[in-house]
T-cell receptor
Framework: DAKTTQPPSMDCAEGRAANLPCNHSTISGNEYVYWYRQIHSQGPQYIIHGLKNNETNEMASLIITEDRKSSTLILPHATLRDTAVYYCIVSTGFTNAGKSTFGDGTTLTVKP | DTGVSQDPRHKITKRGQNVTFRCDPISEHNRLYWYRQTLGQGPEFLTYFQNEAQLEKSRLLSDRFSAERPKGSFSTLEIQRTEQGDSAMYLC?????????FGPGTRLTVT
C-alpha cells in the first residue's frame, strides 16, 4: 500500500472549518483514501473514504485532487470534541482494507 | 447492536505468563482485524480474518501470538510467555467491507 504524509499537528478555532491535508504521491489506481480519527484512550473511528470523487457525509468532506496525489479532510464546523489524532490511509480497499499501517497521523487541537 | 466489544479492558500480567483477549465484532461483519498500538504510535496491523479463516498475519505476529475466530463470530488473541515489549493496546475491528469499526481496546501491561 502507498505511504502517506501528514503534518504532525494542527490547531483550529472552535466553529471554524478544519482542513487536514494528506499527501499520497505514490497512490495507485485501485487504492482508496480512508480517514479515521482517534480520540484519546478510545479505538479509532471511521470518518470517510473515497477513490477519486469528492465525498461528503454527516461527519466530514473528503476532497481528492485530480491527480489523486493528495487529499484534504474537511470538518466544516469544528467543535472541541473533534480534538483527536486524524489518520489518512491508502489501501486497495475491500480485499485489503485494514491491513495498512496507520502511521502517526495529525493531532488536531480545536481551541475555544 | 452496540458495536465492537473487547474483554478485558485492562490486563496486568507478569513476564512469562500467558494472556488471552476476546473480541466480539458487530454481528454479520465477516471481516475481523487485530491491531497493536503503542504509546504515541498509530495502530499496527497484526492479523485479519474473513469469517473463520485467518487470511493474513503480519510479521509482527511472532510465534508467541495466536489468534482464532471459531465459527466466524468472536475472536481471541493469545500471547504466550509475555515479554515487557508486549505492553501495548490491543485493538480489534470488524468490517462489513470498506470501513472498519473499532472496539475500545485491551490495554496490556507486562511487569
Amino acid at each position: 500500500d502507498a505511504k502517506t504524509t501528514q503534518p504532525p499537528s494542527m490547531d483550529c478555532a472552535e466553529g471554524r472549518a478544519a482542513n487536514l491535508p494528506c499527501n499520497h504521491s505514490t497512490i495507485s489506481g485501485n487504492e482508496y483514501v480512508y480517514w479515521y480519527r482517534q480520540i484519546h484512550s478510545q479505538g479509532p473511528q471511521y470518518i470517510i473514504h473515497g477513490l477519486k470523487n469528492n465525498e461528503t457525509n454527516e461527519m466530514a468532506s473528503l476532497i481528492i485532487t485530480e491527480d489523486r496525489k493528495s487529499s484534504t479532510l474537511i470538518l466544516p464546523h469544528a467543535t472541541l470534541r473533534d480534538t483527536a489524532v486524524y489518520y489518512c490511509i491508502v489501501s486497495t480497499g475491500f480485499t485489503n482494507a485494514g491491513k495498512s499501517t496507520f502511521g502517526d497521523g495529525t493531532t488536531l487541537t480545536v481551541k475555544p | 447492536d452496540t458495536g465492537v466489544s473487547q474483554d478485558p479492558r485492562h490486563k496486568i500480567t507478569k513476564r512469562g505468563q500467558n494472556v488471552t483477549f476476546r473480541c466480539d465484532p458487530i454481528s454479520e461483519h465477516n471481516r475481523l482485524y487485530w491491531y497493536r498500538q503503542t504509546l504515541g504510535q498509530g495502530p499496527e496491523f497484526l492479523t485479519y480474518f474473513q469469517n473463520e479463516a485467518q487470511l493474513e498475519k503480519s510479521r509482527l505476529l511472532s510465534d508467541r501470538f495466536s489468534a482464532e475466530r471459531p465459527k466466524g463470530s468472536f475472536s481471541t488473541l493469545e500471547i504466550q510467555r509475555t515479554e515487557q515489549g508486549d505492553s501495548a493496546m490491543y485493538l480489534c475491528a470488524s468490517s462489513p467491507g470498506q470501513e472498519q469499526y473499532f472496539g475500545p481496546g485491551t490495554r496490556l501491561t507486562v511487569t
